[in-house]
């Protein structure tokens, strides 16, 4: 059933609660999803899907996305009918102490650019 037009969109962000270390570094792994977390790092606030250079199609790239989102690497609200994108440092540095700031350090050195403090 389609959504009625009076209803805002979601998106589901998962608990960072739920997440397993088994899961989040999977989705580390990947360097299409690396490079989305080093851009988000470099920019340094919330970007919408369409603004990444990715390497994929726009439906490889959503499953990306999706796979970062669920493994609570970012999380993903929507500006209208654009879909943003934003790093979740804190809640994941709660449930694993340093490991997303060693990603995030590891793939900005991989583009040679430098990240915003976040």
């Known amino acids: ?17 739920e997440v397993t270390l088994q899961q989040l570094l999977e989705a580390v792994a990947d360097p299409v999803r690396r490079s989305v977390i080093a851009q988000l790092a470099i920019a340094g606030h919330d970007l919408s899907c369409g603004t990444f250079d990715l390497p994929v199609s726009r439906s490889t790239a959503t499953h990306h996305f999706n796979v970062l989102r669920e493994a ?10 654009t879909k943003m994108n934003s790093l979740r440092p804190d809640e994941l540095d709660a449930r694993f102490p ?11 050195r991989e583009t040679g ?5 976040r």
């Open 1 to 17: 059933m389609p959504r009625p037009k009076s209803t805002p969109r979601t998106v589901d962000n998962p608990s960072v609660s």
């Open 113 to 117: 650019q430098v990240a915003e403090a």
């Open 72 to 81: 609570c690497v970012i999380s993903q609200h929507y500006q209208g009918t």
């Open 98 to 108: 340093g490991l997303l700031r060693a990603v995030i350090d590891s793939c900005v």
